[in-house]
């Protein structure tokens, strides 16, 4: 386990629109706002599509992580991340992940890690700021080369 004490910075509430890309306008208001850190404790509303990590098909290593996708249509979601650095990109690496009803199958859910998602009507997220420690997610290659939280103290 790793953990630490964080001080909170900013707090914003942030509504993205209709026919928004999801992670490119959260990229936008992150670069706009100058937050490298930081958690999105809600994110809730609508997407009219949505890339989520998942599979129809049997785990060939359910230890591994997946890096297969589908891709959900109309769907009400709610969840919540991280926000942290990505030294190798040097952009904010968000990590995601939700809950959501598919509207025109009965609501039935699926939960996921978000990969891509385009906005349908609005998505409603709170975006908390982290100042200290910096948040870094470097890639373990030890561990599939999967990019993990880690903290920068310095």
Known sequence: ???TQVVKGREFVVAFDEGEDFFPALGQFCAEHGIR???IP???GGFRSARLVGTCGPLENPDAPL???VQVEFLEACGSGTLAWDPDNDSVAPHIHLSAGLKGDQAHG???H???GTVQFINELVVVEIVKPNLIRPRRTDLYNVPLLAFDED
């Open 37 to 39: 850190s930081g958690y």
């Open 114 to 116: 978000l990969l891509k």
């Open 67 to 69: 890096w297969d996708s």
């Open 110 to 112: 699926r939960t996921s």
């Open 42 to 44: 809600v994110l809730l």
């Open 1 to 3: 386990m790793r953990a």
